[in-house]
């Protein structure tokens, strides 16, 4: 699945669940790719304590997806690397 692929779903549906693979104190935000069962991974900056990756994953997420912050939410594995979220457009 792509980022293109994702963005045609969320309009359609209007909401889905992705799975993330998230990997904390990299050296930049960035989206790492796919794994071979669909995960997507990324990385971010922040550290994870008291929800800073999280909400940096979140931020991430929206800005490829071209939607507000707000509209991205952990459903799952807060406290987890393997999380998954909760995308409404």
């Known amino acids: 699945m792509t980022l293109d692929e994702i963005r045609r779903e969320l309009a359609e549906k209007g909401e889905l669940r992705l799975k993330v693979k998230v990997a904390p104190r990299?050296?930049?935000s960035e989206i790492a790719g796919w794994m071979a069962d669909g995960t997507l991974k990324a990385r971010v900056h922040a550290p994870p304590e008291k929800g800073k990756a999280n909400e940096e994953l979140c931020?991430?997420?929206?800005r490829e997806l071209g939607i507000r912050p707000s509209h991205v939410s952990v459903a799952s594995g807060a406290a987890s690397r393997l999380k998954t979220l909760l995308v409404r457009s």
Do not use: C, P, V
């Open 59 to 62: 931020a991430l997420l929206a």
């Open 26 to 28: 990299s050296g930049r």
